[in-house]
């Protein structure tokens, strides 16, 4: 266990340092931050050096224990300048595990009038969330074998590309990604008119799919069609696989089966979508299609951003945009949700099942890239749908009991549990926030959020005896 505690003392100093730098920024919430950054450092700086005598070889089952135990770390130490600042303890928390988890809802109202401390944390928050997410999905899930990702491993290291197979050159490949795509974000938001505050902070939070904005508004403050396609850009550019942008620079090949579905069902949502506003609210076809293209790319790359209150559209709208909430983005991009690859395999299955039920002698293969795909690796992306969607029922049932109506319960549990921000709703959708909710339930969708971003079966994983009996 010592190398546990010594990687998240690691992480407590890691985000004093970046308190610290936010200090220096900013002087309104100087105080605050020094602080926060003080308590974190310490705690972090003991932990480092009361374990670093009892480091032993890194177990697969200390993979699991560090991958959870390090989120929980990064959002306590996220929260505390929100504490320190002005949220309650249990806000404070909630505010922070979404942003580290690049969900994206919040309990902030006044933003436009928050000191911009407060929003640059919030921002970088999402930033630090968004790469960590990458680096989980590419480095440790594959190794835990978690509803499938093993597959994502073999697809991001194909034979001869060995810029993906070896560790240190991908990821500091992935990181300059992040920060080039980053930097072009911001960029683009100034040529469209933003400060450069806005548009270094709102960058952060496109990249990373996270959704937080400086404003009460959203991205609807900036009453701009330039910056809202730009935006819807950026969304799609960091909710598509990080590998596949190194394979397009080192092998010029943009060949990729995500990539392609995710594109193409956009554009299926999106084209009827855009035809059914314009006539049913009379808005002209071009306003249309950038709404619609805007708020649909926000909610399927769990960004979370809204330009209008679509659940106005009428309840076919509502409907869409509520199953699109549990669709996601692509493996190895920062966004949640179920995954187009993990889609592609599940449909691919079925087809396969269907014919073996017409022709029972037909060997059915289900292949991916060109490749046959093993029946472990299916049955574990069965069991991660089996998962999200029991664990769904479970958070629905406890948000109704603590008194939430219907339609708040359940898109407030899919969209905790897909990292996504806004549901649907008048109090948690897009012209909304969740500060009106009580503690007991900010308590049980913060645990979602969680759940959600490490794909459920890393943490349940700790629940069981077996486990313990193995660490043991």
Known sequence: MGFV?????????????????????????????????????????????????????????????????????????????????????????FES???????????????DSTPRGIILWRAMLQAVGG????VTAIAILPILRVGGMELFRTESSEKGERELRNATLFATATLTTYLVLMGLCAL????????????????MTTLSTGGYSGYDASFGHFDSGFLQWAATLFMLLGALPFAWYIRVVHRGTFRSEQVQLMIVSLLLVILPLALWVSTADHIAPWVALRLV??????????????????????????????????????TGSTAGGAKAMRWILVARSVLVLIRRIHFPHIVGTVRYEGRPVEDRVIG?????????????GVLSLVLAYLGLDLATATSGALTALANVGPGVGPLIGPAGN??????PVKAVLAVGMFLGRLEMITVFVLLTPLFWREML
């Not at 705690?43 to 009892?54: E, F, K, M, T």
């Not at 574990?380 to 089996?386: H, R």
């Not at 969740?434 to 503690?439: H, P, Q, T, V």
């Open 5 to 93: 505690l010594f990687v998240n003392g690691l992480v407590l100093v890691f985000f004093a340092f970046l308190m610290l730098v936010d200090a220096v920024l900013f002087g309104t919430t100087r105080d605050v931050f020094l602080e926060a950054a003080t308590l974190a450092g310490f705690v972090g700086a003991g932990l480092c050096l009361a374990s670093w005598n009892r480091i032993t070889g890194l177990r697969r089952v200390h993979a699991f224990i560090i991958t959870s135990s390090v989120w929980i770390m990064a959002a306590v130490a996220g929260a505390l300048p929100l504490y320190f600042w002005d949220l309650t303890g249990i806000d404070a928390f």
């Open 434 to 439: 969740f500060a009106s909710l009580s503690d």
């Open 380 to 392: 574990s992306v069965v069991a991660f749908f089996m998962f999200f969607a029991v664990t769904f």
């Open 293 to 330: 293209a805007f708020n649909v790319v926000s909610v399927v790359t769990t960004t979370g951003y809204a330009t209008t209150d679509y659940t106005t559209w009428g309840p076919v709208a509502v409907a869409v945009f509520f199953l699109l909430t549990a669709v996601g983005g692509c």
């Open 188 to 203: 683009v938001y100034i040529l469209g008119g933003m400060d450069l505050f806005d548009a270094v902070t709102h960058a």
């Open 131 to 134: 790469i960590g997410f990458i």
């Open 97 to 111: 595990m979404s942003g580290i988890t690049t969900t994206g809802s919040t309990v902030m109202s006044g933003l």
